[in-house]
């Protein structure tokens, strides 16, 4: 494996992971705020709206931690050869 197809493949990894992520997390998250809700609508007239600012601005947050993750790891993997690399992980 050469290491630019390396450095595509772990993108394309943070981007798969990223999008499972949210796609679990958003659900939940939602679900978790509408069930926080239901009581306190019961006792004030209050309607529900979903949180896009927040809910953009997690998207983002995501992606920019998965996509750090992955600039550390290519770069580690430059400075030292794969095999030792993944060696020295292992212990």
């Not at 609508?41 to 809910?55: E, I, K, N």
């Amino acid at each position: 494996m050469t290491p630019e197809s390396l450095r595509s493949m772990l993108n394309y990894e943070s981007i798969l992971c990223s999008l499972k992520a949210l796609a679990i997390g958003i659900p939940v998250g939602l679900a978790i705020t509408v069930a926080i809700n239901l009581p306190i609508r019961s006792m004030f007239p209050v309607s529900y709206t979903l949180p896009w600012l927040s809910l953009i601005l997690c998207v983002l947050v995501v992606f920019l931690i998965t996509w750090d993750t992955v600039r550390y790891a290519v770069h580690k993997l430059d400075r030292q050869n794969i095999i030792e690399t993944i060696r020295s992980e292992q212990i």
